[in-house]
């Protein structure tokens, strides 16, 4: 009865609604610069679907769907086989080449100054460019490491918000039930990561076993919750965020038997608390941007530590300055560093990591023709990645683009072990 | 001693020319600033964009606007192209301390704040600036200088020819004008012309604020067109369903609500 109940409410909320809906094609072509590898990268279609059914101002119901078929299959072959989804938040994989997947499906309504918001959706904190430091509510899928936007490679995630206005501030509290992690591709994949900041090197000679996951599955025990508290001081946004959670990328423990020369990895995901916060001011020309924050309880791999692991807190910040003074134009510069906060030595990550990123993006021809050039530079390792863009608006609704992603420096560094797979990419798309 | 005798005759010429005109420069832009536009308002806008070989572009957007004392908050939401749809830019336009605006892109799912300093920047790839926008069709008393250049009749309607400078070189950098002339229609003090020169005093486009009539007892443009001269683009807005009694909640203003979908 309950059930008859809640689907004819649903019938008649879908009657008595208003419904918008919209299909974008993509065609999208990478071609390996350096590969000594077959040249073609990826050639994938990829078909996303958007429906939003408002019943009146305040409440909507949305639905985004993906469909992808990679022609290549070489970027992450059955990367959804990945044990990192919960198994209600998988994509379908289709063969070995393609997937579906439920991007969003959320209800939202406000009720008074509250906008309540429960479903499959992404929630995004923080404001930097390319890097990501508060935004860590959604897990990252990185099977093509960061070059897909960060709004194609977030993971959306079943989950219960609410953001309450009140007259010069916002309160955010989230709960996450779904616990999802960071898809991280399969050793041999194209994007595999190698570096020993992420793997923890092996006697030579040795061999690796990976053992099963140790993965959090309890919807409410292991559920992540954040809130965050925005108010404006005159000229000045600022932002506090608390997040209790589970880091997305697992942790290696390892053990090394000299008997059978073999390394054996346990991946184990570990909680942690963060806590943040954000400024904005703008002063003429300039927009000033700062995030900061302390992780408590994060680890590292370590090779002084018992299994390799050691825990530690983390401070980071990133200082940000978008710069408005040319006409049509944004050049942006930021700095990020990440301290560990701890005396111990063996961390397979420098303890005082930096990083710097530039941005130059300008509009041309009336908004037609947009040209962006975004570097991310690490000044440990000075490796790094420069990603020229161009895109033309050949119609209302269609764009085409062409970018190269080339990766350079160290090849033991996050961004230099990619340095092979350098690649340009092309591709074209049309909204429906 | 002829110089003197120059600047005195200048300054006694346009006294006198002043003194000709029923009313002073001043008195005809406090009219202006003066006209009802609604404590708010809700309407949809049309923006046609044409580029010089003819190619045409539609963008259909929403938007909300509020007064709060002198204090005004406005938003605006692409409904059309797809591609760009749910795109917001909300604005606080503040009396006292300096302008606030955010832009959101769905594409990025980030509000960013943007600098408010750009006002001579074309807004969202048309022929108007950010300040034209802001400005909706009222002119700011501390950005320029006013005169009133002559009064005129053509097809019956009466106007006050207004010349605009900027007061320093600085706002002529900020604004991007060097002059904006401006045909006043006496009747109902909104300006149906206004033709803006360059930082150089080069011709740089013309305004032409067509289809004026009365909703809810407000004067009303639906149609703007923008013409420039120099790049030979043209940004035609049709306004409508222009709603000054519907209730636009403070919400409507909040960076939770320029990131809903739409």
Redesign the interface.
Known sequence: MKTLLIFLSFVAFLFASESSQ?L?LRQETSVNHESDDSKLQKSILNANY?L?IDYDDES?V?LETTLEVDAKDKINPNKYNSSSYSSFSKPLSLGTSGYLELRELYF?K?ID?T?FKMGKM?N?W??ADGLKLIDKLNPQDYSQFILP???ES?IPLWSISS?T?FENS?L?IIWIPDTTYANIPNSGSEYAFTTSRIIPSAPQGSSTVMEDVDKPNHAVKDSDIGIKY?M?L??M?VGFYYLYFYEDNSVLYNTYDSGTNTVSLKPKYERSHFYGMSL?Y??????Y?VEAGVTKDKYYLNNLSIRGIQKSNEFAYIFGV?W??L??TLLSFQFNQAYILSDKEGYNIPKVDNTMTFLFKR?F????VFAEVLLIHNLNDKDGIIRPKLSY?L???S?IYIGFDKFYGDKDGLYGEFNKQSRFTFGY?K?? | MKNILKTLTTIVGLSLGSSLFAMDALEVVKKVNEREDGLSVVRDLKMELIDKRGKQRVRETISYRKYYGVDKKSVIYYKTPKRLSGTGFLTFDNEIKDDEQWLYLPSLRKVRRVSSANRGDWFLGTDFSYEDIKKETKISTSDFDFRILEETQEKGISYFVLESTPKNKALVKELGYSKIVSWIDKDIFIARKAIFHDERGGLLKTLLNNDIKKVDDIWTIHHLQMKNHQNKHVSNFYFSNVDYKKEVKDSSFTKASLKRRR
């Open positions: 919209t974008k958007e939003n909507r949305v939202e406000y100054d906008l992404q995004v923080g404001k936007s960060f709004e977030r953001v206005n916002e955010e925005l404006m005159d000229n946004e904005d703008a002063k003429g020309d300039f927009v941007r978008d408005y003074g006409s049509e509009d021809m009336n908004d037609t608006e119609d209302a609704e764009l798309e909204t429906f």
